[in-house]
């Protein structure tokens, strides 16, 4: 698809530099990116004036951009107008879904004594490394990729284009690389799918329990780091990232885009809000409400609203005493 067939599809005025020739307004556009990471061959979008610096540097060759906001589209680079950049790019991102599964893919990839049950699917374009044991009712989705020594227990469901790392463990009914949570919505309160185009990775030595979900990215990588230890009944959004040997304990939830440090722990039942980031070797207790970035490494915290575990403490003394004085 190029840029011309696409400003058809939103419906969007098509500016561009004078420079720019037809053949670059031609060109295919091989896929669409965040601002940061959009090469010149893939489109991006931008929805709010905070991101007028991710504007100026970027290299996508078009940004879907507000009209208010289009001086700071860099040189070289289309700026395609529309109303609502954020519903027109939920509209394009359709485009850029791969086949759920693909045929035409060579036959799986299994490696020397792995074990795979005759009950497991391994779908076409996968690859199965060495010694890994795959049980009954998995599911590998296409061009996904299992390293050596993983043992995938029953029913675990790894969709297309997901890598898990070597010497890994995966709990019964878990999914990796099920769609995150994205969506656009317009005045009128109507939704429009974003269509998570990116994977979810997992790194080396990482065990998941049982009932737990990594969605994968809308654009990149949803990354699990090595060494982490995650628990039963976990949810981790899109593009998340889970810092080395971080540990997530049961019923805990990260929304979208939130980054942990190193060695971050969350107790049971936590959730974590979206688009943060948490210093390394931070502790959350059980129950803990994360609406805020974390700078500070090395403390912990309690509660919600979210303060340090010894304030948390004092406050818990205090009510107590006052329920004891009625």
Not at 58 to 82: F, M, W
Not at 133 to 147: D, K
Not at 217 to 237: H, M
Request: with cysteine; hydrophobic share 40%; net charge neutral.
């Amino acid at each position: 698809m190029n840029l011309i067939e696409m400003s058809k599809i939103i419906n969007s005025d098509f500016i561009g530099d004078s420079f720019l020739t037809e053949g670059v307004k031609l060109s295919e556009v091989t896929g669409m990116n965040t601002l940061k990471d959009a090469t010149a061959s893939e489109i991006s979008f931008v929805s709010g004036s905070k991101y007028i610096k991710d504007i100026k540097e970027s290299n996508a060759v078009a940004i879907i951009i507000d009209k208010s906001l289009k001086e700071h589209v860099p040189d070289g680079c289309i700026a395609l107008i529309a109303d609502d950049p954020y519903w027109e790019m939920a509209t394009l991102s359709k485009y850029f879904a791969p086949p759920i599964e693909d045929d035409i893919l060579p036959l799986a990839e299994i490696g020397e004594g792995s074990k795979v049950s005759n009950k497991a699917e391994i779908a076409n374009g996968a690859k199965v490394g060495k010694n890994c044991t795959i049980m009954a009712h998995v599911y590998v989705g296409c061009q996904a990729i299992i390293g050596d020594n993983t043992v995938i227990y029953p029913n675990v469901t790894v969709y297309r284009d997901c890598k898990i790392g070597n010497d890994c463990v995966i709990h019964a009914n878990t999914t990796i690389g099920s769609d995150g949570f994205g969506f656009a919505t317009n005045k009128l309160g109507e939704h429009r799918k974003i269509y998570q185009n990116g994977n979810a990775v997992i790194e080396d030595n990482v065990e998941i329990g049982s009932s737990t979900t990594i969605d994968r990215a809308a654009f990149g990588s949803t990354t699990i780091k090595k060494g982490v230890r995650i628990d039963n009944l976990v949810q981790v959004g899109h593009n998340c990232i889970v810092g080395e040997y971080s540990v997530l304990v049961a019923q805990c939830g990260m929304a979208g885009s939130t980054t942990l440090g190193r060695n971050v722990v969350i107790g049971g039942q936590s959730a974590v809000s979206g688009h943060l980031s948490i210093a390394p070797f931070t502790t959350f207790a059980a129950r803990s409400g994360v609406t805020k970035s974390i700078k500070d490494s090395g403390k912990t915290f309690a509660g919600f609203p979210l303060m340090e575990h010894r304030t948390w403490l004092k406050l818990q003394g205090k009510i107590a005493k006052l329920l004891k004085q009625n």
